[in-house]
């Protein structure tokens, strides 16, 4: 594992981002989620991973189905809807997020075609019974704690039929001076700059990740300093 320098040395897990906060600026909020799908298009990967790692999992001339937790703005959701729409696969996509903010933000323009987005917990969706053939997430796994990280993937097990993949940022020096510098002519007036370069300090390394993550769950390193915590449904499950 390369060396970690400073206050990049351990994860800053007791921090907690501005867009976080209750009483954060919803002027300032609906920007950072209005400038969201430049930067996950820039950074998160999320073309190369339904190219990858979901479409080879999604049947053609089935209905396949897809929950994507703490889907935030939405953006992430809308991506996937379209390249599975121009593959010509049949993708229902549901959106979950607990925080109100971000659900009006997700529902305040129409959903693409088979999409849509509650308000809601992981939990909720267990109790009601639910499944999909494929679960994700995006940069969700730094914000948890140690209890909501092992229920989130407790949950996943129990929602996915095939796969669940919770991608999110691998913690380095590189990842965090790379993004303040490639950030600072940019997104003034938002939370993106702030709270992206805290989002880099409470990620996890690709080896904490792995002490982290429970028996049947594996870790992969993605360019650029991403980490995919992927569980792979059992054939006989």
Same mark, same amino acid.
Request: hydrophobic share 40%.
């Given at each position: 594992? /390369?060396?970690?320098?400073? #206050?990049?040395?351990?994860?800053?897990?007791?921090? =907690?981002? !501005?867009?976080? *906060?209750? +009483?954060?600026?919803?002027?300032?909020?609906?920007?950072?989620?209005?400038?969201?799908?430049?930067?996950?298009?820039?950074?998160?990967?999320?073309?190369?991973?339904?190219?990858?790692?979901?479409?080879?999992?999604?049947?053609?001339?089935?209905?396949?189905?897809?929950?994507?937790?703490?889907?935030?703005?939405?953006?992430?959701?809308?991506?996937?809807?379209?390249?599975?729409?121009?593959?010509?696969?049949?993708?229902?996509?549901?959106?979950?997020?607990?925080?109100?903010?971000?659900?009006?933000?997700?529902?305040?323009?129409?959903? /693409?075609?088979?999409?849509? #987005?509650?308000?809601?917990?992981?939990?909720?969706? =267990?109790? !009601?019974?639910? *499944?999909? +053939?494929?679960?994700?997430?995006?940069?969700?796994?730094?914000?948890?704690?140690?209890?909501?990280?092992?229920?989130?993937?407790?949950?996943?097990?129990?929602?996915?039929?095939?796969?669940?993949?919770?991608?999110?940022?691998?913690?380095?020096?590189?990842?965090?001076?790379?993004?303040?510098?490639?950030?600072?002519?940019?997104?003034?007036?938002?939370?993106?700059?702030?709270?992206?370069?805290?989002?880099?300090?409470?990620?996890?390394?690709?080896?904490?990740?792995?002490?982290?993550?429970?028996?049947?769950?594996?870790?992969?390193?993605?360019?650029?300093?991403?980490?995919?915590?992927?569980?792979?449904?059992?054939?006989?499950?």
């Amino acid at each position: 594992m /390369p060396r970690q320098i400073g #206050f990049l040395a351990e994860r800053a897990a007791g921090a =907690v981002e !501005e867009m976080d *906060r209750p +009483d954060c600026d919803p002027t300032l909020l609906r920007r950072t989620y209005q400038q969201f799908p430049v930067v996950n298009r820039a950074i998160a990967g999320w073309r190369w991973l339904y190219r990858h790692r979901l479409r080879p999992l999604l049947i053609a001339g089935e209905d396949n189905t897809l929950l994507d937790i703490g889907s935030g703005g939405g953006d992430i959701v809308r991506f996937l809807a379209r390249w599975a729409a121009a593959d010509g696969i049949s993708l229902k996509i549901t959106g979950i997020d607990p925080d109100e903010r971000a659900h009006a933000f997700a529902v305040s323009a129409p959903p /693409p075609p088979g999409v849509r #987005f509650r308000r809601a917990f992981s939990s909720d969706l =267990v109790a !009601e019974g639910r *499944r999909f +053939d494929l679960v994700t997430s995006n940069h969700l796994l730094h914000h948890l704690t140690p209890d909501a990280f092992a229920a989130l993937l407790a949950d996943s097990e129990r929602l996915s039929r095939r796969a669940a993949i919770h991608s999110d940022i691998r913690r380095s020096p590189a990842a965090y001076w790379l993004f303040a510098a490639g950030t600072l002519p940019f997104f003034h007036g938002s939370y993106i700059r702030r709270d992206g370069l805290m989002s880099i300090r409470r990620s996890y390394t690709a080896e904490e990740l792995r002490r982290a993550a429970p028996s049947g769950w594996s870790v992969e390193n993605r360019p650029p300093f991403r980490n995919l915590l992927t569980y792979r449904v059992p054939a006989d499950a």
